[in-house]
């Protein structure tokens, strides 16, 4: 082959490879079941929320190239190990259990886990006040394991696979109380729906259950794609993007250190 022959198939290889590079794309993994404000699907079937937003902000820092992928809750981390998704970020608060199965980026949101019940009961967030009560929790979440700590011995705790189910058997009255996010649940008790019910309190901490906030979620060892991820979070925290995401959706900041 002669050194000009040489010099096109280096050069096609060179571009051929950088397209390859351009053009591939990172399935980030949402939560299938709607989530508001956070991810849910509008009337043209198009994923819209909050998280949505920072999803696109955080990728377009990255300079990555992101397609949203639904997955169940249920399935999502062993979508995520069994390659189907490339990461994840679907409201998942970082817990030492998780981090034994995926790796985490750094946090983009921490917001505290709240007790929520009708108007007319008289309750409030610890397990004294809650004994004899039905609390409904959606399962496979950080919530489901604190409840089953904390309130497991003296209350009834009702699994749900999402947590809007738990919300309609709240208004219902078929339970007492859930257990869920302050953020999410604030938005519950803004609608006509969740008029009935307010936030008894926030419970108490245990990091150990309740995690250090919210991570993208990658498999274990792709650190290149765990650290871009981290850059695009940095980035958008620190030019206003995160803050400005938020303003549109909640009146106070997500995003606590």
């Known amino acids: ?3 000009r022959k040489l010099v096109i198939a280096s050069l096609a290889t060179t571009v051929l490879a950088t397209g390859a590079a351009t053009s591939e794309e990172v399935k980030i993994g949402i939560a299938a079941e709607p989530y508001p404000p956070f991810a849910s699907l509008n009337a043209s079937g198009e994923w819209v929320g909050w998280e949505v937003e920072v999803i ?23 979508s ?13 608060s970082i817990t030492e259990e998780r981090q034994k199965t995926i790796d985490f980026s750094d946090p983009y949101y921490n917001t505290p886990a709240v007790i929520v019940g009708a108007k007319s009961i008289d309750i409030d967030a610890t397990p004294e006040s809650l004994a004899g009560k039905i609390i409904g929790i959606q399962a496979s979440t950080i919530h489901q394991a604190y409840a089953n700590a904390y309130f497991g011995d003296a209350a009834e705790i009702r699994v749900y696979q999402t947590q809007d189910e738990a919300n309609q058997d709240l208004v219902s009255g078929r339970i007492d109380a859930t257990q869920a996010d302050s953020i999410a649940m604030a938005d519950f008790i803004s609608t006509d729906a969740g008029a009935c019910c307010e936030i008894k309190g926030p419970v108490a901490n245990d990091e150990a259950i309740l995690g250090r906030g919210v991570g993208a979620g990658v498999r274990k060892g792709d650190d290149a794609l765990r ?13 206003g993007t995160h803050a400005e995401i938020t ?11």
């Open 1 to 3: 082959m002669t050194i």
């Open 80 to 92: 995520l190990t069994g390659q189907q998704i490339d990461a994840l970020m679907a409201s998942m």
């Open 227 to 239: 650290e871009k991820l981290n850059a695009g979070i940095a980035a958008i925290l620190a030019d």
């Open 247 to 257: 303003a549109r959706y909640f009146t106070t900041s997500i995003y606590n250190e």
């Open 56 to 78: 696109d902000a955080v990728c377009a820092a990255a300079e990555l190239d992101c397609v949203i992928t639904p997955v169940a809750w249920d399935g999502i981390i062993p």
